[in-house]
């Protein structure tokens, strides 16, 4: 996903020459026919993350496009005052690249886990929060990116995710897909996590019930004209994602029910990470694996849901 998403921005630099990128100590080797044709729009700083963003304002302000990538908790964690002063309070239209949402780096423990990183960017005024299912879908994004001019943060997974979404789908920021229809349960979900509730879903069929899949690859603006057409025409709904139960789609999924449909927020049951910090290390799989987010627990939740 992030080799589709780099890639992505060389090809659309070689369309537009606003785009520039912009690299915080990636290592050797990253966009390398990039560097070596447009060495005026490719830059890659050291490890300076608040500098880059501060970097990427100024290009923005000066007309260009930038995209800048680094690894998801330093870009929220590290650069947060940087994000609204710089970037959101002068809406500009810069990219975040955030290279290992979720539990991707589990091996390093909680320092590198971005588990918060979808509620620290939704606080923030003008920032849209995307999370794409696939490197497929990573390339849909990156052709929409380009006419969206306000910042946008972009969570990658760990690449080499299966292929789930479709091109027969289309894709536009802030409108929810849905990949499977059902009538008695329905699965909202975002990033490489509705892959894991297609499989749920297809477990559920062998127990003669029919639940759908409600891909929301944008968390922010959330599509809300397909909650108000889906939720109510299901029994219940569980909100799936890899990131700590406060602040994410769970959260915003309940929040505009409790605002505009409080007759429909008793359906939702969201599933994600605790509030706590990782104590264990290992793959991304048997961490959140410890957590109940696996095709397993989702599918026996919603049959307790459901019954």
């Known amino acids: 996903m992030r080799k589709t998403a780099l890639d992505s921005v060389y090809s659309l630099a070689q369309n537009d020459e606003r785009v520039v990128f912009i690299g915080s100590d990636l290592g050797p080797g990253v966009l390398d026919e990039m560097k070596k044709s447009m060495p005026s729009r490719f830059f890659m700083e050291g490890v300076s993350e ?13 007309g260009f496009i930038p995209f800048v ?40 423990g909680p320092t590198h ?4 990183d979808i509620a620290i960017m939704r606080a923030l005024p003008n920032m849209a929060v995307i999370a794409p299912c696939d490197a497929n879908e990573m390339r849909r994004l990156m052709i929409a990116s380009k006419s969206w001019m306000h910042p946008m943060y972009i969570r990658l997974g760990k690449g080499g995710d299966e292929i789930i979404s479709r091109e027969e789908h289309g894709f536009e ?3 929810a897909i849905l990949l499977k229809d059902g009538v008695d349960g329905l699965f909202i979900t975002t990033g490489v996590m509705t892959q894991l509730a297609l499989q749920a879903a297809e477990q559920i069929a062998g127990h003669g019930l029919n639940c759908g899949v409600l891909h929301m690859h944008t968390i922010k603006p959330l599509d809300d004209e397909a909650l108000r057409k889906y939720i109510p025409q299901v029994k219940g709904v569980i909100t799936v994602e890899e990131h700590t139960k406060i602040g994410g789609l ?18 939702i ?18 961490l959140l694996a410890s957590w109940g987010i696996a095709p397993e627990t989702l599918c026996e939740t919603m049959l307790k849901k459901l019954k």
């Open 173 to 175: 920021i802030g409108k």
């Open 113 to 116: 886990l971005a588990v918060e």
């Open 50 to 62: 608040q500098h880059i963003i501060g970097m990427a304002a100024g290009l923005a302000l000066d």
């Open 250 to 267: 769970g959260s915003a999924v309940l929040e505009y029910c409790s605002d505009a449909m409080p007759e429909e927020t008793h359906k």
């Open 269 to 286: 049951f969201r599933m994600g990470i605790p509030d706590q910090f990782a104590t264990q290390y290992g793959s991304q799989n048997s």
């Open 69 to 108: 990538n680094t690894i998801a908790t330093f870009l929220t964690r590290r650069c947060y005052e940087q994000v609204a002063l710089d970037l959101c309070l002068q809406d500009l239209p810069v990219r975040l690249i955030a290279n290992g949402g979720g539990v991707v780096y589990a091996p390093l």
